[in-house]
């Protein structure tokens, strides 16, 4: 088991937390903006479609903000 918690094993730990982080983080962006689409716009101009846009919109951004963060992350904890 302590062969799996080495230096050659980082890329596989940084795909795995960014693959923990990415549903959460995703949900957050795309609550913030739903809400600032709502504060400037009006209720009536963010339907589901618009939500849907925004949903992937924010799968983008969290994907690519997980998977930098964890590598680093990675990157840090196994520095030789």
């Not at 479609?49 to 951004?61: F, I, P, Y």
């Amino acid at each position: 088991m302590e062969s799996l918690f080495n230096a050659e094993y980082k890329w596989v730990w940084g795909f795995a937390m960014a693959a923990a982080l990415f549903p959460f983080v995703r949900r957050i962006i795309w609550v913030t903006s739903v809400r600032r689409h709502i504060r400037k716009g009006g209720v009536e101009n963010v339907d589901a479609a618009e939500q849907e846009r925004l949903k992937k919109r924010a799968s983008v951004t969290s994907a690519l903000l997980c998977l930098l963060f964890s590598l680093a992350y990675m990157q840090v904890l196994f520095a030789p």
